[in-house]
């Protein structure tokens, strides 16, 4: 069992960068997949970004492709969100997720993430 835990929120002007970081605290992260999702305060949680086992799929939501990217270390045992360009929709509190088995098909969805960290808050004013 894995146990994601979250780290490197903040407060950020518009235009500007954060980078989140995903650790499997007490395991690895070999074998799994791994998704972020995001909050916002009234509002469903919603798909950022996944990558799977190997690395090399990845998928984004529309609303951060281009701005956001999602990699992952596995010397580390760290997945990382590298987000810029911010915005003030981009307020939220971000969620790390994992999953073994992730498939291409499902990799957006939160109903196939089995294991989810604490959050991390991550807010764009200026």
């Known amino acids: 069992q894995v146990q994601p835990v979250e780290s490197g929120g903040g407060l950020v002007q518009p235009g500007g960068s954060l980078r989140l970081s995903c650790v499997a605290s007490?395991?690895?992260?070999?074998?799994?997949?791994v998704g972020w999702f995001r909050q916002a305060p009234g509002k469903e949680r919603e798909f950022v970004a996944a990558i799977r086992l190997t690395g090399d799929n990845t998928q984004y939501a529309d609303s951060v492709k281009g701005r956001f990217t999602i990699s992952r270390d596995g010397a580390k045992n760290t997945v990382y969100l590298q987000m810029n360009s911010l915005k003030p929709e981009d307020t939220a509190v971000y969620y790390c997720?994992?999953?073994?088995?992730?498939?291409?098909?499902?990799?957006?969805?939160?109903?196939?993430?089995?294991?989810w960290g604490q959050g991390t808050q991550v807010t764009v004013s200026s």
């Open positions: 007490g395991s690895t992260f070999r074998g799994y997949g």
């Open positions: 997720a994992a999953a073994k088995g992730l498939i291409i098909t499902t990799m957006a969805r939160r109903m196939s993430y089995n294991y």
